[in-house]
């Protein structure tokens, strides 16, 4: 059983990091004592959650055997993935513009956001590019939904269970993610004993925007090349 739910098992517990981590910020804010955002940060948040509803659908529509509609919503969610990407551009440069000093523990995050961003965007293009491959394309899809949940797992510390405070969101995004890889890597070597090719070079390609991105955080360089952008904008 294990083996035919595992993509839709797996998308619905990113849909489940996603409103676990967005409740106190976005869903449920109301119930808490949050500072105001911006509408276009609503815009985004919506366009996420839609995101990751439609990857939860994919995976049903198959083991549901309605492939004619698993193919409608696949050409609707590939367009749709150019909004994620424009409305995250556009929420990350308002964090970006904010920053102040190489030194702010932010460099890093919105690195990571702009690079995981471009990631989620190579891999949307090679799930289409391989959509008659069933088993790379569903890897691929469900892994460039993994590359844009850092975000979601970064607001995990502010829920007081884990009393690690927002500090740890970049350690709670990092290991999330390394941790939603290792699964993925398991179920491989698991079902067919080695990781498969989709696998092995979507994770490369998120572990390699993790790296660069800790690398552009922690550097001035990063930062220069932030401020170089905002300070013209």
Known sequence: MLRSKFFLLANALLLAIVLVGFSRTLYLRAFFDVAPIPMSL????????????????QPWLIGA???????????????????IV????????????????????E????????????TFAGLIGAAVVLRRRREAHRRLMLLASVSIVGPALGRFPLWPVFAAGLDAARNYAMGGLLALLALMIGYDLWSRGRP???TWT????????????????LSSVGFDLLHGVFARA
């Open 86 to 105: 424009v409305s995250g551009l556009i929420a990350n440069a308002r964090m970006a513009s904010r920053l102040k000093s190489p030194n702010d523990a």
């Open 42 to 57: 609503y815009i985004h948040g919506a366009a996420l959650t839609l995101w990751f509803l439609f990857a939860l659908i």
């Open 65 to 83: 055997k309605d492939t004619s509609t698993h193919r409608t919503v696949g050409y609707i969610a590939a367009s749709y993935a150019a909004i």
């Open 202 to 217: 979507g994770a490369l390609a998120i572990f390699s925007s993790i790296g660069v991105a800790v690398g552009l955080g």
């Open 107 to 118: 460099n890093i995050i919105v690195w990571g956001n702009y690079l995981s961003l471009l």
């Open 196 to 198: 498969h090719p989709a």
